[in-house]
């Protein structure tokens, strides 16, 4: 009987996801790596390092064979992303000192762009029931690139802030963040945004304002739904 590959629509969604990307960031100069992005205290090319990071973890998962049961699934795997000052404090320290070792931004853009290439060839073949581990849970492979994407999508609108004239991240991906904020929303999102916009105020990254606050109800509270 033939292997379960991962749905198309998944491991297209990632291969368009990690494609818009890489069209941003090749023609990238150490100029324009200088340029602030939606997390803060993160020039592009600090951003770039941890998008390298979650490309090598995306390699690393794809050849992880885990026992069974799955703990996490593509929504619940966002649960344990939650707010956190201090965390999120030592992890811009640490990214910016580690991003700082690369004094030549073309070494940096050019392990991203093979470590990408390599992420998103590793989905293709991946079985999308396989079992595997990552960030101390275990999920399906296809689970696990539906929330590549997500990770993806979301950065791409963060790498973008200051860059004017670049793409935004693909429809295909973004309609993915939808459907995970939405699944842990516990429903179809009540306010009438654009999946950008979700994108953004679903992660903290755009304010709710009073109109959102009424629309949303007891749920506006819960927002972000991660971070």
Known sequence: MPEPHVPPDQAQALRAAYEALASVVEPLGDEESWQPTGCTGWAVRDLLFHLVGDAQRALVALHTPASGPADRDAVTYWQDW????????????????????????????????????????????????????????????????????????????????????????????????????????????????????YARAGTGRLPLTEPDRQALGADADRFPLFC
């Open 82 to 197: 939650r707010p956190n000052p201090a965390g999120a404090a030592n992890g811009r320290r640490y990214n910016r000192v580690a991003a700082s070792m690369f004094l030549d931004f073309g070494q940096l853009r050019g392990l991203y762009l093979e470590t990408a290439s390599a992420a998103v060839h590793a989905a293709a073949a991946a079985r999308a029931d396989a079992l595997v581990a990552t960030q101390g849970h275990v999920l399906t492979a296809g689970d696990l690139i539906s929330t590549l994407t997500v990770e993806a999508a979301v950065h791409h609108l963060d790498l973008v802030v200051a860059l004017p004239t670049a793409p935004g991240p693909p429809p295909t991906a973004l309609a993915v963040v939808r459907t995970t904020l939405d699944g842990l929303l516990g429903r179809p999102l009540p306010v009438d945004w654009s999946d950008e916009h």
